[in-house]
């Protein structure tokens, strides 16, 4: 059940850089696709677009340095925010935007937790199609995202199919019920302590000061010397 005193943050992230960008037009139908359907369910849903383009330099700095400046912290606070991503790269030579892999590697290991993110990517050709579960796929597995099921891909034969907006219905079908439900909140409320964060990080919920800190947690327990505390036997 949604929390109807929740605005509910859609998020793109789109790594193209043409203009107009084969990667944002398809990511904006996803997102409109998507807002349509939760506000059709009596949800209040806004969405809004970080684009990569204009923050390269930022972001080569930071995967310098390891400090974003001004606009990508903003960038990062507001993918942090969001309540589901829908994360858009154009495909080059068999592998995703360089552009693309730069922002997420300057991502905070925690940021992505259980949050709902929607795959899509666009190329020149129908070969590079599978680059999304090849790449896309365990890149934000790796960041422990919930990745949806159906991801979205767009060659050039694909724009004036329907076979493209059937997939973008199913797709945006599933990121409407999966940020309906609050998954990302009641994994985190459930276990959040449970995972390794990054002190002081960007994430929304990340331990700011020491007194943030869990020290009670098994992995504080564990990063102290300590072991685990035995489980309880299950009652018969």
Do not use: C
Not at 42 to 54: I, K, T
Not at 147 to 171: H, N, Q, Y
């Amino acid at each position: 059940m949604t929390d109807t005193q929740h605005d509910l943050r859609l998020v793109v992230v789109s790594a193209g850089v043409s203009d107009p960008s084969s990667s944002r037009l398809l990511a904006d139908r996803i997102a409109a696709k998507s807002l349509e359907l939760l506000r059709d369910s009596g949800a209040q849903a806004s969405g809004s677009v970080v684009e990569l383009a204009p923050l390269a330099v930022e972001i080569a700095r930071a995967t310098v340095s390891g400090f974003p400046g001004e606009q990508l912290q903003a960038a990062i606070e507001r993918v942090a925010a969001a309540d589901a991503i829908v994360a858009s790269t154009p495909i080059y030579k068999a592998g995703i935007s360089g552009l693309f892999k730069s922002f997420v590697d300057v991502l905070d290991q925690d940021l992505l937790l259980a949050k709902p993110v929607l795959l899509a990517a666009t190329a020149g050709t129908s070969r590079h199609a599978l680059v999304i579960d090849e790449q896309l796929r365990p890149l934000f597995g790796y960041l422990r995202a919930l990745v949806l099921p159906t991801s979205v891909f767009a060659g050039p034969e694909d724009w004036a199919a329907s076979e493209l907006g059937e997939r973008i219905d199913r797709a945006a079908t599933e990121l409407a019920v999966i940020v309906e439900a609050g998954v990302e909140r009641r994994i985190a409320d459930r276990a959040w302590s449970a995972y390794q964060h990054r002190f002081a990080g960007n994430a929304s919920r990340a331990a700011r000061t020491a007194d943030d800190v869990d020290f009670d947690s098994p992995l504080m327990r564990l990063a102290a010397g300590g072991r685990q505390a035995p489980r309880e036997p299950d009652a018969t």
